[in-house]
């Protein structure tokens, strides 16, 4: 089970960081991504952290604002949102794969074990 937190109601320029905590005890054998959905969209990609947490990768939009980190003695994925900007407003997932020791950036559904309920990212002008 994943239950993400964090999100809300911020301007132009402020930070976030969500959060994803896992239940379980094999959390550290997978690789966790991140994904949003703007209203009327489909989901898209935004990042994913191997299950060590050294190795992670970002998606265009996010390079140089958003970073991703991980604890894995809390069982805890984070995104950190930085100079947010009112097209970063979107729900926010976290969904996790079992790791193959290459770090997978799908769109689909399917190719994850497990799914957040998500969290709402609001950002205003």
């Known amino acids: 089970q994943l239950i993400e937190s964090g999100g809300g109601s911020v301007q132009t320029g402020d930070s976030l960081t969500l959060s994803c905590v896992a239940s379980?005890?094999?959390?550290?054998?997978?690789?966790i991504n991140w994904f949003r959905q703007a209203s009327g969209e489909g989901r898209k990609f935004v990042a994913t952290?191997?299950?060590?947490?050294?190795?992670?990768t970002m998606t265009q939009s996010g390079k140089g604002r958003f970073t991703c980190s991980r604890d894995n003695d809390k069982n805890t994925v984070y995104l950190h949102l930085n100079n947010l900007k009112p097209e970063d407003t979107a729900v926010y997932f976290c969904?996790?794969?079992?790791?193959?020791?290459?770090?997978?950036?799908?769109?689909?559904?399917?190719?994850?074990?497990?799914w957040g309920q998500g969290t709402q990212v609001t950002v205003s002008s």
């Open positions: 969904a996790a794969r079992w790791y193959s020791g290459i770090l997978v950036d799908s769109e689909n559904d399917a190719d994850y074990a497990h």
């Open positions: 379980g005890p094999t959390f550290r054998a997978y690789q």
């Open positions: 952290v191997s299950p060590t947490g050294e190795r992670w």
